[in-house]
């Protein structure tokens, strides 16, 4: 005790109590950050528990059959989202193949030492770019450049293989393929990007012990680098699916808002984000409850991809420990 | 002594801000979206003219401009379709219902080689309700003498979204064709056939743009976007059998082919029965409280709905809206009045 104010009063020394002032800023940061987390929690659920109440009446009145009917029509008073529920599962899992591809593909290239450092990053900076792009430019673009250039291939798998059912009917403009490669395209950066930070993390002397048992440099990036970085890379598809399973804009503009459940790839489908964006202005009440269970559904979906994610993450980093 | 300092201050300020609220009265309107560029130019020029008076008018699409009227959340409100019966009951203050300005149904078509094309009654209905799915159907060629007509799908553009224009469309369609009435209705959302053909955009640049884009492709649009993206329009067959181009002088015509004489607060004019009349036109009406409680308001929005029924429809016209006939314009003063 004497000893330890001995040392306060003398200059100079590195050891102190903290101050009345600091263990005050102390404790004011440390309750800013519960209430922000807090509130973080609460926001979520009032989001919830709005959404969910707005919901039940058409919830009871339309029970589960919503979830199997794929019609609209407010006049008469038919709702269902099977077809919505279809095409945002379609739609995100093939744009998610395509993104998941070359994204990984693009982190690998950037990240091992493929380019020189400097014209990594410009590489980098020009994907990043990618995501900053408003969603109606990449309708527009949709519109008028995917489509038509689409359109001549479209027709000639349609012509040739129309046996196959992703082929099965002919593409007059606006549909599922455009919108798949659309949705690729916004999502990538997505999945380029976090794939990129999780092989840039894998500390340096793995690789070096790699090509120390003499692997190839394939073999180093097969078998060594893409399972140490599977943890951070499969987080990246997770997160692309999640922005692929909400994106509204783009995809409403390009994807032909078509209540219909089919295999092709050229046949005007729909989302469950688009249903919400276009009906949702000129609703009805009873339409309005509808669309609210709708999104519910969309809000479900997003929660069991996420968490679904989690669980997979956590199982593949297990493996990879062992 | 502070005190009476500080009580001198909110007098002055209190005084203040009532005499600035006694030149400027601000009024607020949402709903419809198809007549909002006239509504935006009306309530602009309208604010120039009169200085202490503004008035906004929101684009938020006519569902939900009914919902903000109910709720009195607005001063008025513009709707392409009519209210149900439950919802003009729960309008605190009564209603007033005054038609505005009217617009046309267009059926714009993407055929690169053809200049003219004539979709008779009996048709273009059909169309919509897929049961004819190719250009060189023999109905439409025997309508189209002269003209070759490819061997290609046609493509439906519909709109994606809820709209006025998809319940004029489906109102007008479902009046000349049975089948149409019956199998998807009218509404400002419906169900349509569910055929790979039938594509959806949202809005009315949307459905422009997939038109444009599309080869063999045919949208409904408001006559405004046709016109200003030089998009050639079908001629579509009236009730007496003629074929008619588009024109805001054929919509004046439909429309003074309208019964305004009796109670009804929305009147339709489904199937026009003049010889010059283009078939699918309707009105579109603006809603305001018999009482609206705050009575600087009331009378800024009576001047202003009397100056848009006089030198407003002069800029209509400009816009590629229809002006209104006589007889709509007479009922319209004698309703002013009742906006208290």
Same mark, same amino acid.
């Given at each position: 005790?004497?000893?330890?104010?001995?040392?306060?009063?003398?200059?100079?020394?590195?050891?102190?109590?903290?101050?009345?002032?600091?263990?005050?800023?102390?404790?004011?940061?440390?309750?800013?950050?519960?209430?922000?987390?807090?509130?973080?929690?609460?926001?979520?659920?009032?989001?919830?528990?709005?959404?969910?109440?707005?919901?039940?009446?058409?919830?009871?009145?339309?029970?589960?059959?919503?979830?199997?009917?794929?019609?609209? &029509?407010?006049?008469?008073?038919?709702?269902?989202?099977?077809?919505?529920?279809?095409?945002?599962?379609?739609?995100?899992?093939?744009?998610?193949?395509?993104?998941?591809?070359?994204?990984?593909?693009?982190?690998?290239?950037?990240?091992?030492?493929?380019?020189?450092?400097?014209?990594?990053?410009?590489?980098?900076?020009?994907?990043?770019?990618?995501?900053?792009?408003?969603?109606?430019?990449?309708?527009?673009?949709?519109?008028?450049?995917?489509?038509?250039?689409?359109?001549?291939?479209?027709?000639?798998?349609?012509? &040739?293989?129309?046996?196959?059912?992703?082929? &099965?009917?002919?593409?007059?403009?606006?549909?599922?393929?455009?919108?798949?490669?659309?949705?690729?395209?916004?999502?990538?950066?997505?999945?380029?990007?976090? &794939?990129?930070?999780?092989?840039?993390?894998?500390?340096?002397?793995?690789?070096?012990?790699?090509?120390?048992?003499?692997?190839?440099?394939?073999?180093?990036?097969?078998?060594?680098?893409?399972?140490?970085?599977?943890?951070?890379?499969?987080?990246?598809?997770?997160?692309?699916?999640?922005?692929?399973?909400?994106?509204?804009?783009?995809?409403?503009?390009?994807?032909?808002?078509?209540?219909?459940?089919?295999?092709?790839?050229?046949?005007?489908?729909?989302?469950?984000?688009?249903?919400?964006?276009?009906?949702?202005?000129?609703?009805?009440?009873?339409?309005?409850?509808?669309?609210?269970?709708?999104?519910?559904?969309?809000?479900?979906?997003?929660?069991?991809?996420?968490?679904?994610?989690?669980?997979?993450?956590?199982?593949?980093?297990?493996?990879?420990?062992? | 002594?502070?005190?009476?300092?500080?009580?001198?201050?909110?007098?002055?300020?209190?005084?203040?801000?009532?005499?600035?609220?006694?030149?400027?009265?601000?009024?607020?309107?949402?709903?419809?979206?198809?007549?909002?560029?006239?509504?935006?130019?009306?309530?602009?020029?309208?604010?120039?003219?009169?200085?202490?008076?503004?008035?906004?008018?929101?684009?938020?699409?006519?569902?939900?401009?009914?919902?903000?009227?109910?709720?009195?959340?607005?001063?008025?409100?513009?709707?392409?379709?009519?209210?149900?019966?439950?919802?003009?009951?729960?309008?605190?203050?009564?209603?007033?219902?005054?038609?505005?300005?009217?617009?046309?149904?267009?059926?714009?078509?993407?055929?690169?080689?053809?200049?003219?094309?004539?979709?008779?009654?009996?048709?273009?209905?059909?169309?919509?309700?897929?049961?004819?799915?190719?250009?060189?159907?023999?109905?439409?060629?025997?309508?189209?003498?002269?003209?070759?007509?490819?061997?290609?799908?046609?493509?439906?553009?519909?709109?994606?979204?809820?709209?006025?224009?998809?319940?004029?469309?489906?109102?007008?369609?479902?009046?000349?064709?049975?089948?149409?009435?019956?199998?998807?209705?009218?509404?400002?959302?419906?169900?349509?056939?569910?055929?790979?053909?039938?594509?959806?955009?949202?809005?009315?640049?949307?459905?422009?743009?997939?038109?444009?884009?599309?080869?063999?492709?045919?949208?409904?649009?408001?006559?405004?976007?046709?016109?200003?993206?030089?998009?050639?329009?079908?001629?579509?067959?009236?009730?007496?059998?003629?074929?008619?181009?588009?024109?805001?002088?054929?919509?004046?015509?439909?429309?003074?082919?309208?019964?305004?004489?009796?109670?009804?607060?929305?009147?339709?004019?489904?199937?026009?029965?003049?010889?010059?009349?283009?078939?699918?036109?309707?009105?579109?009406?603006?809603?305001?409280?018999?009482?609206?409680?705050?009575?600087?308001?009331?009378?800024?929005?009576?001047?202003?709905?009397?100056?848009?029924?006089?030198?407003?429809?002069?800029?209509?016209?400009?816009?590629?809206?229809?002006?209104?006939?006589?007889?709509?314009?007479?009922?319209?003063?004698?309703?002013?009045?009742?906006?208290?």
């Amino acid at each position: 005790m004497r000893s330890s104010d001995k040392g306060a009063d003398k200059a100079g020394v590195i050891t102190r109590p903290p101050s009345a002032g600091e263990l005050l800023a102390n404790r004011v940061f440390r309750g800013a950050a519960y209430g922000v987390g807090a509130a973080t929690l609460l926001l979520l659920a009032f989001i919830i528990v709005v959404i969910g109440g707005e919901a039940l009446p058409a919830m009871v009145r339309e029970g589960f059959g919503f979830l199997g009917r794929a019609v609209w &029509s407010p006049g008469r008073g038919e709702f269902g989202i099977a077809a919505e529920i279809w095409g945002t599962l379609y739609s995100s899992i093939l744009a998610l193949i395509i993104a998941g591809v070359f994204g990984v593909a693009i982190a690998i290239f950037l990240t091992q030492d493929f380019l020189p450092g400097k014209v990594a990053v410009v590489f980098r900076t020009i994907i990043e770019m990618l995501a900053a792009i408003p969603s109606v430019v990449y309708g527009l673009w949709g519109i008028f450049v995917v489509i038509p250039a689409i359109r001549p291939t479209a027709n000639w798998l349609h012509d &040739s293989f129309g046996w196959f059912p992703p082929f &099965s009917t002919s593409m007059g403009g606006p549909g599922l393929a455009p919108a798949v490669i659309v949705l690729a395209i916004m999502v990538l950066p997505t999945v380029a990007a976090i &794939s990129q930070d999780a092989l840039r993390l894998i500390p340096y002397k793995v690789k070096e012990a790699a090509y120390g048992m003499g692997t190839t440099r394939w073999e180093a990036i097969v078998k060594v680098m893409l399972p140490t970085a599977s943890g951070g890379i499969f987080a990246s598809l997770v997160l692309g699916f999640g922005r692929a399973l909400g994106e509204t804009m783009a995809l409403a503009m390009i994807i032909g808002n078509a209540n219909q459940i089919s295999w092709s790839l050229f046949a005007p489908a729909n989302t469950l984000a688009a249903l919400l964006a276009s009906t949702f202005p000129e609703a009805g009440d009873i339409e309005r409850g509808a669309l609210m269970y709708a999104a519910v559904v969309l809000l479900a979906l997003t929660l069991v991809v996420n968490m679904l994610g989690v669980l997979v993450m956590q199982f593949t980093s297990r493996q990879t420990v062992n | 002594m502070l005190f009476r300092f500080a009580a001198a201050a909110a007098l002055i300020f209190a005084g203040a801000a009532s005499s600035l609220s006694a030149q400027s009265v601000r009024v607020n309107g949402a709903g419809a979206s198809f007549p909002f560029p006239l509504y935006a130019t009306w309530t602009q020029a309208f604010s120039q003219q009169n200085s202490g008076v503004r008035i906004d008018y929101q684009s938020t699409g006519s569902g939900a401009g009914i919902r903000a009227f109910i709720d009195r959340t607005v001063d008025f409100a513009g709707s392409d379709a009519e209210m149900t019966q439950e919802q003009m009951d729960s309008v605190e203050g009564g209603l007033v219902v005054i038609p505005a300005t009217a617009g046309k149904v267009v059926l714009a078509y993407n055929l690169p080689d053809v200049g003219e094309l004539r979709l008779p009654r009996s048709v273009y209905p059909e169309i919509f309700r897929g049961a004819i799915t190719r250009w060189n159907d023999e109905r439409i060629v025997a309508a189209n003498p002269g003209v070759t007509l490819p061997d290609m799908q046609i493509t439906v553009v519909r709109r994606s979204d809820g709209a006025g224009t998809n319940f004029i469309f489906t109102n007008h369609l479902s009046a000349i064709d049975e089948a149409f009435a019956s199998e998807i209705g009218v509404g400002t959302t419906v169900q349509w056939p569910n055929l790979a053909n039938f594509v959806g955009a949202p809005r009315n640049d949307g459905v422009m743009a997939t038109t444009m884009q599309t080869p063999g492709a045919l949208g409904y649009v408001e006559y405004g976007f046709a016109r200003m993206s030089n998009t050639p329009m079908a001629m579509l067959e009236n009730a007496s059998g003629e074929f008619i181009l588009p024109s805001n002088d054929a919509g004046t015509l439909a429309l003074s082919s309208g019964d305004f004489s009796g109670d009804e607060l929305f009147v339709y004019v489904t199937d026009p029965s003049d010889p010059g009349a283009y078939p699918i036109t309707s009105m579109t009406w603006m809603l305001f409280y018999r009482n609206h409680g705050d009575p600087q308001v009331a009378e800024a929005l009576r001047n202003f709905v009397t100056w848009a029924m006089d030198d407003g429809q002069a800029m209509a016209a400009e816009l590629n809206y229809v002006p209104l006939p006589d007889a709509v314009k007479e009922s319209n003063r004698a309703k002013i009045a009742e906006i208290q």
